[in-house]
């Protein structure tokens, strides 16, 4: 941005590039010039002040010897041009020797230059960032715990709000939203089964595998149909199947919410007298949580047939020995605890994505933030209570 300023016609018009009879000219050229009056100093400012003359306005500015004490007023009467990048130098010149913009006063300028100038001094103002204080340990450590105090209390709040919205649809099944509750079962299981699918049948097949390696050695290769059976069925299918859907539908539930918070769609529900508990939020909890037990059987099945092609492939045993040797050794009730704790998961999963989408701030950078939130906080909620289920039921049979 640059403006032009009027001048008389016996004021010198400094050279332009490609006319070297006027070099000499412009090479004399002060630019500025202090002048001191009574308890001040006066900043003459002549010539062209843009983008092309910087290294010459930048050599003028280091000669001149400004005292930060004295009040200085600039005066731009003999100004030719001024532009944006020359009226930053000369504040950030005058800023660096003590004087910030707010303490000059400024005589002289046209309308144009005088509002460039104050216009750059702005934006310098609010692109300027504060200095960066370095914290005590005290200071950081109570920084720390109000934050987790913040976090607990926006967390139980939450909670709270959830539990009401439960008992508001128990007392009336009319409020659920049958819609979104239909397309958040298909985004939850229907879409999730490739996934779900694939990686359980890898594991199946990878955890046979090493299994019968060492099984091998004993001449026992029907017993890797134990360890797998137990396995798969108790531990991995469930754990992996809650970790896939922490990862994809829970990063997802807190992506789409947190777009929602910063494009202020969830405002406008509350505007319409309607409760984003019963909108949002209950049709996804309740479609994870129905939708991860039956994704953690269908692991179940996928694990055991890659377990049992590798046991037919690499260890002699064949399907029917395999499949009959399973119904032997794996109890119902085993089966049966590994899908008990798929709702425990998937609620711990909802509930986190939930919340961290209703705790985006307005930009985009924070629901980035809140989503990479969501995958790690669900993955470590989910090894936790997987091991207080081991501590509480440690029998295998």
Not at 60 to 69: E, M
Not at 166 to 171: E, N, P, S
Request: overall charge positive; proline content about 6%; charged content about 15%.
């Amino acid at each position: 941005m640059s403006v032009s300023v009027e001048t008389s016609a016996d004021s010198p018009v400094p050279a332009r590039p490609g006319q070297p009879q006027s070099a000499g000219l412009n090479a004399m050229q002060p630019y500025c010039r202090l002048e001191t009056r009574g308890e001040g100093t006066l900043l003459h400012l002549t010539g062209e002040w843009v983008l092309d003359r910087l290294p010459e306005l930048n050599a003028a500015l280091g000669r001149l010897a400004i005292d930060p004490l004295r009040p200085l007023t600039i005066d731009g009467s003999g100004l030719e041009r001024l532009d944006s990048a020359a009226a930053n130098r000369l504040i950030a010149h005058l800023d660096g020797v003590g004087i910030p913009f707010p303490m000059l006063s400024l005589s002289g300028f046209s309308p144009q230059a005088d509002t460039l100038i104050h216009l750059v001094a702005g934006r310098r103002s609010i692109c300027t960032a504060p200095p960066l204080r370095r914290r005590g340990m005290r200071r950081a450590l109570g920084w720390h715990v109000f934050k987790l105090g913040r976090a607990t209390v926006s967390s139980l709040a939450f909670l709270g709000q959830t539990g009401h919205a439960v008992g508001r649809l128990l007392a009336r099944p009319a409020l659920m939203r049958t819609r979104e509750l239909v397309v958040q079962l298909e985004m939850v299981g229907v879409r999730a089964l490739p996934i779900v699918v694939m990686m359980s049948y890898l594991i199946g097949v990878v955890f046979a595998y090493l299994l019968g390696i060492q099984v091998q050695k004993f001449g026992a290769n029907v017993f890797v149909v134990d360890g797998v059976g137990l396995a798969i069925t108790r531990e991995l299918a469930p754990l992996i199947t809650a970790v896939l859907v922490a990862g994809r539908s829970g990063a997802a539930f807190t992506a789409h919410l947190g777009a929602m918070k910063v494009n202020q769609e969830i405002d406008a529900i509350s505007v319409l007298g309607l409760s984003p508990w019963q909108v949002l939020v209950l049709p996804r909890l309740i479609a994870i949580v129905l939708m991860l037990p039956l994704l953690t059987a269908i692991a179940d099945v996928a694990g055991i047939l890659g377990a049992a092609q590798v046991a037919s492939w690499h260890l002699g045993v064949t399907p029917t020995t395999f499949f009959d040797r399973l119904q032997e050794v794996l109890p119902l009730k085993t089966v049966v605890f590994g899908l008990i704790k798929a709702p425990v998961f998937a609620l711990a999963i909802g509930l986190i994505a939930c919340h961290n989408g209703f705790t985006v701030q307005r930009d985009a950078r924070s629901v980035g933030l809140n989503t990479t939130a969501t995958v790690v906080h669900s993955i470590v909620a989910v090894i936790l209570i997987d091991a207080a289920f081991a501590v509480a039921y440690p029998e295998i049979k």
